[in-house]
Nanobody
Framework: QVQLVESGGGLVQPGGSLTLSCVAS????????MGWYRQTPGKQRELVAT???????NYADSVKGRFTISRDYAMNTVYLQMNSLKPEDTAVYYC??????????????WGQGTQVTVSS
């Protein structure tokens, strides 16, 4: 069974930094694109950043220049370094990955989410 587990959320003051981590575990054959999304109450989940298997990155305009996505391919882990955080970055952040398990077809998987709150 494939799982994505996020960590690193919390409360931070405006202008501060946080790093989120997401580890994929289970019977994994290959991982394609990994990414981060976020959601606030009453709004649709939105893309924050993605990184492909060949390290091509993509960012939402709202986080360009402040957030950096990276991957440890050997450890099946994706990171989101968040700098210069703003109150509007407050959300539940979800990890997402395209994973091909060992014995079944590929699928998109979601983590359980981690809360990020930016407030003074």
């Amino acid at each position: 069974q494939v799982q994505l587990v996020e960590s690193g959320g919390g409360l931070v003051q405006p202008g501060g930094s946080l790093t989120l981590s997401c580890v994929a575990s289970g019977s994994i054959f290959r991982i394609g694109t990994m990414g981060w999304y976020r959601q606030t109450p009453g709004k649709q989940r939105e893309l924050v950043a993605t990184i492909t298997s060949d390290a091509t990155t993509n960012y939402a305009d709202s986080v360009k220049g402040r957030f950096t996505i990276s991957r440890d391919y050997a450890m099946n882990t994706v990171y989101l370094q968040m700098n210069s955080l703003k109150p509007e970055d407050t959300a539940v952040y979800y990890c997402n990955a395209n994973i091909i398990p060992l014995r079944t077809g590929g699928n998109w998987y979601w983590g359980q989410g981690t809360q990020v709150t930016v407030s003074s």
